[in-house]
């Protein structure tokens, strides 16, 4: 909604790069020289697509989205680059404006995601259903990600770097215990586990006390391994068996037959 009306898009101005000062609201902590490099080499192929946004300052102009692209082409020894300027005169609106065009346009980590929705919610009072609405997510994404803030510091580098995906976070925050979730963190790095089978590990973790007890009493009745897996509504009772004369003694055993 915040995007540059479509006069704006159409005034493309070539600004010297020295006039431009980095975006002090630029939610993306980090830029990792090789996305940089590809990047630069796309535009050395290709050109550069799609402008830079900027708007005026006293001294010059403040970058509000585009900081990769503008690294790139400062790599590539351009004095000048395509913006497009944005007419802000109030700071808050700046920061506005600057944090949703990054979260919409930048290829953000989980994590800096995060932090960019916590910005929206502590400087502008935004409910998630608010910020929703503006980034085109719907208010479980959002609070999903808001979420990832709880982590531990460990593992929020984990997903910065890459090594954990969205989906393992979500999973580790069942976890109430701050070592269980490092450690298990730690054997998804070694082991490459799937989001799906850490989802089973921590389903297995946080069974309750009544559960583990009617599991225990089960296997000990039927003579054979038995799991409850509970859902919101209801779940699953899974009874194994060895072999196929075990799974008629099983059947004859809860038919009222003998053990």
Sequence with gaps: ALLPSTDEKSTIHYLSI?????????????FRENEIE???ESIKEKGLIQPIVVSKAEDGFVLISGERRLRAVQSLGWEKVPAI???IKEE???????????????????????????????????????????????????????????LPEK????????????????????????????KLAEKIKREELTVRAVEK???????DPITKDAEEKLTE?????????????????????????ELIRL?????GGDK
């Design 18 to 30: 020295s006039q431009i000062k980095p975006n002090p609201y630029q939610p993306r902590g980090e």
């Design 38 to 40: 590809e990047l630069a």
């Design 85 to 87: 300027i944005k007419d």
């Design 92 to 150: 808050g609106e700046f920061l506005l404006i600057a944090l949703i065009e990054n979260i919409q346009r930048e290829d953000l980590n989980p994590i800096e995601k995060a932090v960019a929705y916590e910005n929206l919610q502590k400087n502008f009072s935004l409910t998630q259903e608010e910020i929703s609405k503006i980034i085109g997510k719907s208010r479980a994404q959002i609070a999903n990600t808001l979420r990832l803030l709880k």
């Design 155 to 182: 593992i929020k580098e984990m997903l910065k770097e890459g090594i954990l995906q969205e989906g393992h976070a979500r999973a580790l925050l069942s976890l109430k215990d701050e070592k269980e979730m490092l």
């Design 201 to 207: 590990k921590v389903q297995k973790k946080e069974k």
């Design 221 to 245: 009745a039927l003579h054979t391994k038995v799991l409850i897996e509970r859902r919101r509504r209801g779940g699953f009772l899974k009874i194994f068996f060895k072999d196929e004369e």
């Design 251 to 255: 059947y004859d055993f809860l038919r």
